[in-house]
């Protein structure tokens, strides 16, 4: 495999030392409040040719953009078909296990960092879950587990047959929180996450743990502009519309589909 090129598409990629303490700057380097928020996003994909091509992005600091990368924390373990390996070190063309298919390529890995920032500087920061050994069964973890804001659990519950046709659905790791075992946290360090995508969207086994792998979802497309939809789009070499993501192997439930079904 060829090493990787470093690509600057799109919008600017800004120096790290301009970035806010929270992982944003604004359009124009200011803090007025009015201005939009923007985030630094690191893309590592394989182009037509095979080749490993690097790439960076300065886009909104907006929920359609930051759930496609803010699943898992740096020091992850993903199985691979030669044993458990950090998610920091997995690369495009790499192998890994997933859940359904079985050994699946890596196509594009994406990160993102949050950093402790003031609460002014991005009111709407969410904090990450952190899910202590066997707290979802044996080795479920092993050993504790970080997960960003956007990271979905594979969820078995008969309940949800009868109301989405199937009994597995991809529920959000936050609404685990129990104040226990499974804990919101709010880094006061900088903290590394990432989202890997590969052919078939599945779940991939994270320290033994199924965490959803890369999907836009089947909603962003009413949640983004049309420009920002290119600006989107053009995060993924070679994908020219959401419909080349392909079909989502799971419903996704929120919080409040879980309350429901629960309440039932």
């Known amino acids: 495999m060829n090493r990787p090129s470093s690509v600057a598409a799109g919008l600017a990629v800004t120096p790290s030392s301009t970035l806010a303490s929270g992982g944003y700057v604004r359009p124009n380097g200011s803090s007025q409040r009015s ?10 994909a394989l182009d037509a040719s095979g080749s490993l091509v690097d790439m960076g992005r300065l886009a909104p600091a907006s929920l ?78 092993m050993p504790d587990l970080v997960l960003g804001p956007a990271a979905r659990l594979l969820h078995q519950m008969p309940a949800f047959r009868d109301m989405y046709g199937t009994s597995a659905c991809l529920t959000p790791a936050a609404g685990l929180v129990d104040g226990d075992a499974i804990l919101e946290i709010r880094p006061v360090s900088p903290v590394k996450l990432f989202q890997v995508l590969v052919p078939i969207h599945d779940t991939m086994l994270v320290n033994g743990v199924e965490v959803e792998t890369h999907h836009p979802g089947l909603h962003i497309k009413s949640q983004l502009s049309q420009d920002m939809l290119s600006l989107y789009l053009s995060m993924y070499p070679g994908t020219r519309s959401l419909e080349d993501f392909g079909p989502m192997a799971h419903p996704r439930l929120s919080e409040d589909d879980i309350a429901s079904v629960n309440a039932a």
């Open 35 to 44: 201005r939009p928020l923007l985030r630094k996003y690191e893309m590592t």
């Open 64 to 141: 359609p953009f930051e759930d496609s990368f803010a699943a898992i924390a740096r020091g992850a373990l993903l199985a691979t078909p030669d044993g458990p390996r950090a998610i920091e070190d997995i690369l495009p063309g790499d192998m890994i296990l997933t859940s359904q298919v079985g050994p699946q390529i890596v196509q594009w890995v994406g990160a993102m960092t949050v950093r402790p920032a003031p609460s002014d500087a991005h009111p709407a920061q969410r904090p990450l879950t952190r899910i202590a050994a066997d707290s979802l069964g044996l080795n479920r973890p």
